[in-house]
């Protein structure tokens, strides 16, 4: 019997964060083996999570100005697996507000440990800080009225193909045998 997908998320997601702040920013201290991240958890006793105000339903504030979200609740839960890797199970946990101008930094200068929200991995991120695995999937279409006839529609193909100003060398264009009128425009 297969686990439930959100549970599997949960676990690849918990495994991952513990790598990453297992393994992250620069050497181990040689007394215990942690990375300097888990060493400040172990010796403060405190998680510092960043939170976004409003980026439901990721990260938000309900009506008593509490932050929630479903990476909130990732992060709560990896906060329990950082206990057990540190041998303190009573951590408490320091919200940080963040801005989508500010959380990178935030990272980068160890003002947060983790950042719970709804931030894309691309490279130039990846050049500063290490993402966990993906933990949501999303996908944007354009759409027409169905009862909208067109003519013969091109579908254009552009790599990378979420560009759209990918130089023309790139895209390829053939007529659309789809008859899903949310691809195109006509």
């Excluded at 510092?48 to 479903?70: C, H, K, N, T």
């Amino acid at each position: 019997m297969r686990p439930p997908l959100k549970r599997c998320m949960l676990a690849g997601s918990l495994v991952a964060a513990l790598v990453l702040l297992a393994t992250a920013a620069g050497a181990q201290t040689a007394s215990e083996g942690l990375s300097p991240t888990l060493a400040n958890i172990k010796k403060t006793h405190v998680v510092r999570l960043g939170y976004r105000e409003s980026s439901p339903p990721f990260s938000f504030l309900d009506q008593a100005d509490r932050p929630i979200g479903y990476s909130l609740e990732l992060c709560e839960a990896i906060v329990d697996e950082i206990g057990v890797e540190v041998d303190d199970a009573n951590l408490r946990i320091e919200y940080v507000k963040v801005t989508s101008d500010d959380r990178i930094p935030a990272v980068v200068q160890n003002k947060i440990d983790l950042e719970c929200g709804s931030t894309t991995a691309n490279a130039e991120r990846g050049k500063q800080v290490a993402f966990s695995p993906l933990m949501f999937v999303a996908g944007t279409k354009l759409m027409v009225p169905k009862t909208r006839r067109s003519r013969r529609r091109k579908t254009c193909r552009a790599r990378p193909s979420w560009s759209p100003k990918a130089p023309p060398t790139s895209r390829r264009c053939m007529p659309s045998t789809r008859s899903s009128r949310s691809a195109s425009i006509s």
